[in-house]
């Protein structure tokens, strides 16, 4: 069982930049590839960025490639996503999850989410 415990959300404005984290329980978190899902409100859930359990392999959607970067830190269960150049389309519910296998589509694991709302 993996709990995960999304913080770092607020209100910026456009331009700016916010980093996002993902604080993971229990000892086996760097076993877990993660990834940060984002939900607006009447939007289905988007994957916004994904990365292995090492760290050597991530993944970004089309609308943040460029802007965010996602890291992680094995030693201390976190995974950050650091959010720059933020626009008012970025602004939704912000989620962490887990899922034990890089290669497969579905999380096992999600956090409770954090609201990033982007003024223009």
């Known amino acids: 069982q993996v709990q995960l415990v999304e913080s770092g959300g607020g209100l910026v404005q456009a331009g700016g930049s916010l980093r996002l984290s993902c604080a993971a329980s229990?000892?086996?978190?760097?076993?877990?590839?993660m990834g940060w899902f984002r939900q607006a409100p009447g939007k289905e859930r988007e994957i916004v960025s994904a990365i292995s359990n090492s760290g050597l392999s991530t993944y970004y959607g089309d609308s943040v490639k460029g802007r965010f970067t996602i890291s992680r830190d094995n030693a201390k269960n976190l995974v950050y996503l650091q959010m720059n150049s933020l626009k008012p389309e970025d602004t939704a519910v912000y989620y962490c999850?887990?899922?034990?296998?890089?290669?497969?589509?579905?999380?096992?694991?999600w956090g409770q989410g954090t609201q990033v709302t982007v003024s223009s």
């Open positions: 999850a887990a899922k034990r296998t890089w290669g497969t589509k579905d999380y096992d694991y």
């Open positions: 229990g000892r086996t978190f760097s076993r877990y590839a």
